[in-house]
C-alpha cells in the first residue's frame, strides 16, 4: 500500500468510525434512477410541455440546456412560487421519476453496504431532491425500506429548500436525534457537498466517474471514492 493510498484509507475509516447516523443522497450513491429514462429527455419534455402552454420563456436557455430537470422546474418556481403551474410541474417529474424506477441500476455495492452498515446498528436516511414516493418505490423493490423507514426526506413543495438548502437533511438530523458531527452525508455533486457543510455535516463524496470526481474535488470535497467497495471492507472490519 503506498502512503498515499494508506492517507485516504485512514480518511474514509476516520469518516466511517464516527459516523453514528448516514445521510444518503438517492440518484447516484444509491442507484442510478435515470440509467434508461435519461433526465435529460426528462427536462426536454418539462420545458416542451410548458411550451405547450405558451410558457417556454419562463426557462431560459442556459436552464434548458443544463438538461436537468430539477433546474427546470426550480427555474419556473423562482417565477412562480407556490402557484397550480409548478405544481403540476412537479406532479409531472415526480410521475417521471417514478417511471425511471423500473429501470434504475442499483449502485455496485449499494444494498449490501447499506444492509450491512445497519446491522453494525447504524441508523440511515435518504436525504434527496427526487421525490419521497419515487424513494420509497425503488427501495420497496430492493427489500431496502426497513434499512431507513421512516427517515426518507425528499423533495416537498417548498422547491426553494432543495439542496444546497440543507433543509432534507436538517429534518433528518432533527428527526433522528442526532448531532450533526455524529453523522456522515454520502453525495455525488457539488449541491450535496455544499447542503452538507450547511448542515455541519461531514461528506463523502462518490463519484462513478472522473467527470463526477472533478466536479466534487473542485469545490472542495476531502475525500472521495470511485466506489463503495472500500467502505463495505470498512465497515465489515
Request: aromatic letters at 4%.
Amino acid at each position: 500500500m503506498t502512503e498515499e493510498t494508506a492517507r485516504e484509507t485512514g480518511k474514509l475509516r476516520d469518516l466511517i468510525t464516527r459516523a453514528q447516523v448516514v445521510l444518503w443522497d438517492f440518484d447516484g450513491p444509491v442507484c442510478r434512477l435515470f440509467a434508461q429514462h435519461p433526465a435529460a429527455r426528462v427536462a426536454d419534455e418539462l420545458v416542451e410541455w410548458l411550451a405547450g402552454r405558451g410558457l417556454r420563456g419562463l426557462v431560459t436557455d442556459t436552464e434548458r440546456d443544463s438538461l436537468d430537470p430539477h433546474l427546470v422546474l426550480r427555474a419556473v418556481d423562482r417565477r412562480h412560487p407556490g402557484s397550480d403551474l409548478v405544481a403540476e410541474l412537479e406532479e409531472r417529474l415526480t410521475k417521471e421519476e417514478l417511471r425511471a424506477t423500473s429501470t434504475a441500476m442499483p449502485t455496485a455495492f449499494a444494498d449490501i453496504l447499506i444492509q450491512t452498515w445497519r446491522a453494525r446498528g447504524v441508523r440511515m436516511a435518504v436525504t434527496t431532491n427526487n421525490s419521497p414516493r419515487v424513494v420509497r418505490a425503488y427501495l420497496d423493490d430492493r427489500g431496502l425500506t426497513p434499512c431507513f423507514a421512516p427517515h426518507i426526506y425528499g423533495r416537498t413543495q417548498d422547491l426553494h429548500r432543495l439542496k444546497p438548502d440543507p433543509h432534507c437533511l436538517n429534518r433528518a438530523l432533527n428527526a433522528m436525534g442526532a448531532a450533526p458531527d455524529a453523522a456522515l452525508m454520502i453525495g455525488d455533486s457539488p449541491s450535496d457537498l455544499e447542503a452538507a457543510h450547511l448542515a455541519g455535516v461531514p461528506f463523502l463524496g462518490y463519484a462513478r466517474n472522473e467527470r463526477k470526481a472533478k466536479l466534487l474535488t473542485g469545490v472542495g470535497a476531502e475525500c472521495v471514492v470511485d466506489s463503495l467497495e472500500p467502505l463495505l471492507a470498512l465497515v465489515r472490519d
